[in-house]
């Protein structure tokens, strides 16, 4: 891409200052984006209130515009996935999936009924409740699936007649500055600005009076400072957060055949999902063979740049977060850890990090204890089913989780131990707008994902009428 600009009440703009994107797969920077002033950040928020008034009056030109975006979407996958790929690392056909995935989302939010209800209606009163638009919403997110998890706000939030500011990632900024660069072209003026910036853009958007929904995705250091930074003004507040998903796994399930289905439960998008599985519990008995089997996948797993179509793991995505798992893993080599594959920075350019499957580590080593969002996957033994429930329960999150058995019966008695926003059967990671999406405890608050998602950026109103 030659140029990266933001997108602010409908005109595409850069900044005085700018700041460097790195490519993951080199370590080198390959582009700018612009940084946004304090004062642009004011023209955006205000745009955004002022376009709000018209754009939430016209529930039928809103899903105009949106199927129109979505086609304009489509049309560019395949460049912004480009994007994607050079400034995230994610293989290219992965990226290219995550933007079509954007444009599908779009194009379906625009279809969805708006919720309205008669509680109670009879000769004696009548009870009516709709739901409005708060008014402008930011959004702010992460780098791991920069695309997707802009469209998870930007489509719900602009449906229910919301206008928005959207700050991405100061690692990921291009491909979502391309988004809002494509949608501009099919929405009204000011309805969605996206700028970009580092942490303290952020923190100035969060803080703004005329905010009044902030939409977040990130860590849960950060989603503090965000819950903070929103009770100033008592702003709605949807924050999705870190895990440490638990994966167990029952006496009755086959090893040989569970390789495959947990490595890339754990590693896809090289283990830096917010519901990846980040420990494994598996019966004492089990241990070894289920450890050989996710073992024998990571060696197999092609690791390289995400341009290379053979590719099937890209790099970590920053220095930053590189060095943390390199920490991780040397925290748990001197807590006695057995490496059964990886272990090792790559010796290349870029932040690669070998596929990692170890064991020997307790419940109290950092790599179990604390999210590692990298591709490194610890396995630990049970004797005791209840044991293991209470070890899967102990940590401060509660996003994802799974449990892996031949039956259907056992697995659901396990499930409905498990303290997260959702336990997965046999799987990992299926998202569905038939579900909520949300964390227990410290993983967040609210939820995303289908008609769940879209009233979280709606204000209740209610009529409440006495006829006699
Ligand atoms: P992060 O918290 O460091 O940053 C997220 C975003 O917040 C970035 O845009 C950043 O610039 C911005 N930010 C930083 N400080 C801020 C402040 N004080 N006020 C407002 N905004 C601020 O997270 P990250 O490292 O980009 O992402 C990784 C984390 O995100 C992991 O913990 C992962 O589990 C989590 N995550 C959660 C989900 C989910 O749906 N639950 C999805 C993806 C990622």
């Not at 612009?34 to 205000?46: G, K, M, V, Y």
Request: net charge negative; with cysteine; glycine share 10%.
């Amino acid at each position: 891409m030659d140029r990266a600009e933001m997108s602010i009440d409908g005109e595409q703009c850069g900044a005085d200052s700018a700041f460097d994107v790195i490519n993951p797969a080199t370590g080198e920077t390959f582009a700018q984006a612009p940084e946004c002033s304090a004062a642009q950040l004011q023209r955006a928020i205000a745009a955004a209130d002022r376009a709000q008034r018209a754009w939430k009056r016209d529930l039928n030109a809103r899903r105009t515009a949106m199927r129109n975006a979505a086609e304009l979407l489509q049309a560019r996958a395949e460049e912004i996935g480009r994007t994607l790929t050079l400034e995230q690392g994610k293989p290219i056909a992965h990226a290219i999936g995550e933007v079509a995935g954007a444009a599908n989302q779009l194009r379906a939010a625009a279809d969805m009924p708006i919720p309205h209800e008669v509680t109670h209606d009879d000769a004696r009163g009548r009870i009516e409740v709709t739901y409005r638009p708060y008014g402008v919403v930011a959004a702010i997110t992460p780098w791991n699936y920069p695309v997707l998890i802009a469209m998870s706000k930007i489509a719900p939030a602009l449906l229910a007649g919301n206008a928005m500011v959207l700050k991405p990632s100061p690692y990921t900024p291009l491909s979502t500055l391309q988004i809002g660069e494509v949608l501009s072209q099919a929405l009204p003026a000011g309805v969605l600005n996206v700028v970009s910036g580092g942490n303290e853009l952020g923190a100035q958007l969060t803080a703004h009076p005329d905010i009044k929904k902030i939409s977040f995705t990130g860590s849960v250091a950060t989603g503090r400072r965000v819950a903070a930074a929103a009770g100033e003004d008592l702003k709605r507040v949807t924050l999705e957060l870190g895990g440490n998903d638990p994966a167990i796994v029952l006496d009755d399930a086959d090893p040989a055949t569970l390789g495959g289905s947990l490595f890339w439960s754990a590693f896809m998008n090289s283990g830096q999902i917010c519901t990846a599985v980040k420990r494994v519990y598996a019966p004492a008995s089990m241990l070894a063979a289920l450890t050989e089997a996710v073992a024998t996948v990571a060696k197999s797993a092609k690791v390289g740049d995400g341009l290379d179509p053979d590719t099937m793991l890209g790099p970590i995505n920053n220095a930053m977060q590189l060095e943390r798992v390199c920490e991780l893993v040397a925290d748990a080599r001197q807590r006695g850890a057995v490496i059964h594959a990886g272990g090792e920075r790559m010796p290349r350019k870029g932040y690669f990090f070998e596929p990692t499957v170890l064991s020997g580590v307790g419940d109290d080593v950092r790599i179990v204890a604390e999210e590692q969002f990298g591709p490194v996957l610890p396995l630990l033994p049970y004797d005791d089913l209840e044991d293991a429930i209470e070890r899967a329960n102990g940590t401060h999150f509660g996003l994802g989780s799974s449990v892996w058995s031949a039956s259907s019966e056992r697995a659901r008695e396990v499930a409905i131990e498990i303290d997260a926003g959702t336990v997965w059967v046999n799987q990992h990671l299926a998202l569905t707008p038939k579900a909520p999406f949300g964390g227990a405890k410290c993983s967040g608050i609210g939820e995303a994902g289908g008609r769940w998602g879209l009233e979280s950026f709606m204000q209740k109103h209610v009529i409440n009428e006495r006829r006699a």
